[in-house]
């Protein structure tokens, strides 16, 4: 390796922002020839003379104003060329981004559904059209950001969330479990004015005190061995208090926290404004957190007509919500129309066996072997096991294990917290603000690299919202030209 790449790699990892580190990339993907595979031809990954094909007639039909012609063509080569477009594997040569040909093709298509959206379509009012971009858009689907658990590493969601942010890329739809149901919330219960200064101003402020540990004698009597006062603290200055409906009707994101049941035959639920709306997300962020044996169970609490703290589902406790569904990803997609998930990932326990889905070339698949055979033995070591003791006191000790071994814990996209084994020695441990600051960086750090695709994967389903508010706007305007004085 030259001198030069050694010291672009060096400055890669120390970049400040997206923009310095795009630019190191782009340098880094000139001298790895990887500028070159950009622009060669793609027809390894997808049936790239068709895309050109497409592309020269929505040109065409867009000049000529025939947006009859274009609406159909339009619908064709969008769920045509969907697939191909989603292959992972067409980010995974240059850092700065896939194929050329592949942003040529989004930019026409935002460019006709924007130009579908302002015109007029014979034969077609703005009401029809209107039907016709919101049938599309719940068919087409929407992103969704997965905060997985971690403890402290869950720290590092912050910075996700704020390159994401930065980007203009933060999805709607955010899901966390524990440490990510405390980031999720203090995300989904701020305006965009409000989060924006989060991020600028407020993010070295933050409290950073969740853990306390008890003494050896209040362990031996409460049976866990964290405060749970000082987490619920933690929650409630970093987060508010407000109701799912509420967090959702001041920031316009669907706020969804993952909760697991303490009682055998209950099930495990996703809370958001359609599931529970008067749930108070900070009572659904302390269960989600509630680790057993660090943590005891949680009572929900909702807010009643009168503006009360009442009770919800008074006679459940709610834990930790990874144990059965950390990525709830079937439940966002019935929920909310869920296409495409961004998981950050930082569970201690799972991202050691995940490290080698960014690597290539013979150890990447002995790692994936490896890991693979690790995960299928111990779920199925498990789910033998919780047969065995089911009627014993260790049945639900086995039932937990056994829903933590047999989930999926990636995404379509996946941002991962760097794994090394030093930094386990603070997994359970309250950041120094020097280690706030790092856990941030590293958020941001193992975002950038993922932006690209991000930004390409998730962006017909951004534009379908400004179409729509487009279409909205025209029907509203005629309507009001109609209006006597």
């Known amino acids: 390796m030259s001198a030069h790449k050694q010291r672009l790699l060096q400055a890669l990892s120390h970049a400040n922002n997206y923009q310095e580190w795009l630019a190191i990339a782009q340098e880094l993907d000139q001298l790895d020839g990887y500028l070159d595979w950009r622009a060669s031809d793609g027809a390894a990954f997808f049936h790239e003379n068709l ?15 025939d947006w009859q012609h274009l609406a159909v063509l339009l619908q064709e080569s969008v769920y045509r060329h969907l697939g191909e477009l989603n292959n992972p594997a067409l980010y995974q040569y240059a850092r700065s981004g896939t194929k050329y040909i592949v942003g040529q093709y989004l ?74 149901a405390i980031v999720a919330a203090a995300v989904c219960n701020r305006s965009d004015a409000e989060l924006d200064i989060f991020y600028r101003e407020q993010l070295s402020d933050i409290h950073r005190h969740a853990i306390r540990w008890r003494s050896p004698t209040d362990i031996k009597k409460y049976k866990t061995a964290l405060d749970e006062a000082q987490v619920f603290e933690h929650i409630v200055t970093n987060v508010g208090s407000a109701t799912f409906l509420e967090a959702y009707q001041r920031s316009g994101r669907v706020l969804n926290i993952s909760v697991s049941p303490t009682r055998t035959h209950q099930k495990p639920r996703i809370l958001n404004y359609l599931t529970a709306p008067n749930v108070l997300i900070e009572y659904a962020a302390q269960a989600s957190c509630a680790i057993p044996y660090m943590f005891p169970p949680v009572a929900l609490q909702a807010k009643s007509s009168s503006g009360q ?79 065995l003791f089911q009627k014993t006191p260790l049945s639900p000790v086995f039932n937990q294990a056994h829903a933590v071994a047999a989930q999926s814990y990636l995404g379509d996209i996946n941002i991962q917290f760097p794994f090394s084994f030093k930094s386990y020695l603070q997994v359970i441990a309250n950041p120094s603000p020097a280690g706030l600051v790092n856990y941030i960086r590293m958020g941001e750090q193992a975002t950038w690299p993922q932006i690209a695709m991000i930004n390409d994967l998730t962006r017909i389903s951004r534009v379908f919202p400004a179409c729509i508010a487009t279409i909205k706007q025209r029907i509203w305007a005629e309507t009001h030209e109609n209006v006597p004085k």
């Open 309 to 387: 703290k009442v009770p919800y589902m008074s006679t459940e406790t709610w834990i930790d919500g990874t144990i059965h569904g950390d990525l709830p990803k079937e439940r966002l997609a019935r929920l909310h129309n869920v296409n495409q998930t961004i998981v950050s990932q930082a569970n201690p326990h799972v991202i050691p066996f995940i490290t080698h889905k960014k690597q290539r070339g013979v150890q990447a698949i002995g790692k994936h072997i490896v890991s693979s055979l690790i995960h299928t033995t111990s779920a199925e070591f498990l789910d033998i096991s919780k047969h």
């Open 51 to 65: 895309i050109k094909e497409h592309i020269q007639k929505m040109q065409a039909l867009r000049q000529s104003g």
């Open 107 to 180: 930019d026409e298509v935002e460019q006709v559904m924007r130009s579908l959206s302002q015109q007029k379509i014979p034969q077609m009012s703005e009401q029809q059209k209107l039907a016709l971009f919101e049938q599309a858009e719940r068919v087409y689907g929407r992103p969704a950001l997965m905060l997985s658990g971690g403890a402290a590493f869950g720290i590092y969601h912050l910075g996700v969330t704020k390159a994401l942010w930065d980007a203009q890329l933060l999805p709607k739809i955010i899901a966390g479990s524990s440490m990510g």
